[in-house]
Nanobody
Framework: VQLQAFGGGLVQPGGSLRLSCAASGFTLAPYGVGWLRQAPGKEREGISCISSSSDSIYYADSVKGRFTISRDNDKNTVYLQMNSLKPEDTAVYYC???????????????WGKGTQVTVSS
């Protein structure tokens, strides 16, 4: 049972990246999934989540209007499209199975290893 987050990298301010969270060893479809990030010296922040049926989606104010979460259950994968990236988006990004609430991802269970996103010119 494993989640893996990938797709990070170095991008210039204003650029875009798409992160993927792929599940192996289990079916992701029944689970909500959250994306969280942790910048150096800061607490981990839940920035987005999507429920199992995709009828509940959450974005933190810090990413609202710039990031889009989606899922493809046929590919057992959840995506985070990140546009208009800013230097303050630099962090390690993690995905985890979670409940998706109005306050963000809660009750994280399975975690993927993080992927580094660096936004710099």
């Amino acid at each position: 049972v494993q989640l893996q987050a990938f797709g990070g990298g170095l991008v210039q301010p204003g650029g875009s990246l798409r992160l993927s969270c792929a599940a192996s060893g289990f079916t992701l479809a029944p689970y909500g999934v959250g994306w969280l990030r942790q910048a150096p010296g800061k607490e981990r922040e839940g920035i987005s989540c999507i429920s199992s049926s995709s009828d509940s989606i959450y974005y933190a104010d810090s990413v609202k209007g710039r990031f889009t979460i989606s899922r493809d259950n046929d590919k057992n994968t959840v995506y985070l499209q990140m546009n208009s990236l800013k230097p303050e988006d630099t962090a390690v990004y993690y995905c985890a199975t979670s409940y998706c609430t109005g306050d963000g991802p809660r009750g994280m269970d399975y975690w993927g290893k993080g992927t580094q996103v660096t936004v710099s010119s």
